[in-house]
């Protein structure tokens, strides 16, 4: 059974219009982490939540927000998406910070037209 | 700061040959690194790990080993099969850092039968 779920698998939407991903897990993890993975690339970590606490990384750009209303669920808002944003974002899961093994899920293919 | 470089792919081989992924690191602080593969579809799943030097880390027949005197955690593995197709990532992280990941470029590995 999948343990941390990312949905839609495939996301289509258009520049400048505002998107949001989502992800869910079952393992009941205090931290929770969006990553971006363009074509070829290393994922890159955006940001992380390690349970209420928000942390960004110094370089995400301020148009990717997220939100943790609770445990289980994560969003990754993207408010005006470029060209540039098309990528497979990540999402993944540790028991608690400084736990290295993540589990992460199948990830969402972004595209923007 | 943190890097990780990979050899590129990808890497085409036939069932039963032997394979070898070359990872390199560059680190402040002393880190712990890490294999992980990613199935056709999937999320990234932890495959191997390793946290002081010389130290070996091994899972379903791969193998790595940390090598301090030349910042490296090559994969290997005697004898493939078609379930080994995958992207496969090397990644560290330094306890400094908050333990946050790190990940080389990924490697493909496509093995014919």
């Known amino acids: 059974d999948a343990m941390v779920i990312q949905n839609p698998r495939y996301q289509v939407t258009q520049f400048g219009k505002p998107v949001t991903l989502s992800c869910s897990q079952t393992l009941n993890h205090n931290v929770m982490y969006w990553y971006q993975q363009k074509s070829s690339q290393a994922p890159k970590l955006l940001f992380h939540?390690?349970?209420?606490?928000?942390?960004n990384e110094a370089d995400t750009p301020d148009n990717f927000q997220s939100r943790r209303p609770n445990t289980s669920f994560c969003f990754l808002d993207i408010r005006s998406p470029g060209l540039g944003d098309a990528a497979m974002y990540l999402c993944a899961t540790s028991r608690d910070r400084g736990k290295e093994k993540l589990f992460f899920g199948s990830g969402t293919q972004l595209s923007v037209l | 700061g943190n890097s990780v470089t990979q050899m590129e792919g990808p890497v085409t081989l036939s069932e039963e040959a032997f394979l070898t992924i070359n990872c390199t690191y560059t680190?402040?602080?002393?880190?712990?690194l890490f294999w992980y593969v990613q199935y056709p579809g999937e999320g990234l799943q932890l495959l191997l790990k390793?946290?002081?030097?010389?130290d070996k880390g091994s899972n379903k027949g791969f193998e790595a080993t940390y090598r301090k005197e030349t910042t490296s955690f090559h994969l290997e593995k005697g004898s493939v099969q078609v379930s080994d197709s995958a992207v496969y990532f090397c990644?560290?992280?330094?306890?400094?850092?908050?333990?946050?990941?790190?990940f080389g470029g990924g490697t493909r590995v496509l093995v014919k039968p």
């Open positions: 390793a946290t002081k030097a010389d």
């Open positions: 990644a560290l992280s330094v306890k400094a850092a908050g333990n946050k990941l790190t």
């Open positions: 939540y390690y349970d209420k606490d928000f942390n």
């Open positions: 680190a402040t602080g002393y880190p712990s």
